[in-house]
């Protein structure tokens, strides 16, 4: 089972290791990272397993807004398909809605069949796609969900 617990900058380098394994070309740069990381109006987790970092994700709930995002969710190939992702994304869900808002949306690249499955079984449904939103032209499908409606999909 792997630990949660809160990001903070000395996870960056691991962060960034993963993020570049992951999403690359259209993997965010270092500096972006730390911003998000360090912001007042975000909230970052990683998940670690036997002190490695195997996975992190973050939400932006500014402080008076009825809308979150999901900014970014990655977990490493060896620990997917064994419930973490959804763990840190219930996570984030409960973070939002204690932050006050109401909606929730992330976007999600069109050929990533299971993240979008996740994400519907957690109760998000698909608002439209951004054409050409990532590199290669992939499409970006934008999902919203109401962050009062219960979490579910629990593992």
């Given at each position: ?84 992702g959804r763990r840190l994304m ?16 992330l976007e999600v690249r069109a ?45």
């Amino acid at each position: 089972m792997s630990g949660i617990r809160e990001a903070d900058l000395r996870d960056l380098d691991a962060i960034m290791a993963l993020e570049s394994a992951t999403f690359a070309p259209d993997d965010w740069s270092r500096e972006s990272m730390s911003r998000e990381i360090a912001s007042e109006h975000t909230r970052y987790l990683v998940a670690e397993q036997g002190g490695e970092l195997v996975g992190y994700a973050g939400v932006l709930a500014p402080s008076g807004s009825t809308d979150a995002d999901i900014q970014t969710i990655a977990v490493a190939p060896a620990h997917r398909g064994a419930g973490l992702g959804r763990r840190l994304m219930n996570e984030l869900l409960d973070y939002a809605a204690s932050s006050g808002a109401r909606g929730v949306f992330l976007e999600v690249r069109a050929d990533n069949p299971g993240a979008q499955h996740l994400y519907t079984s957690l109760g998000f449904a698909v608002l439209g796609v951004r054409p050409r939103y990532y590199k290669g032209g992939i499409d970006a499908v934008v999902m919203k969900r109401d962050a009062r409606e219960p979490v579910r999909g629990e593992a």
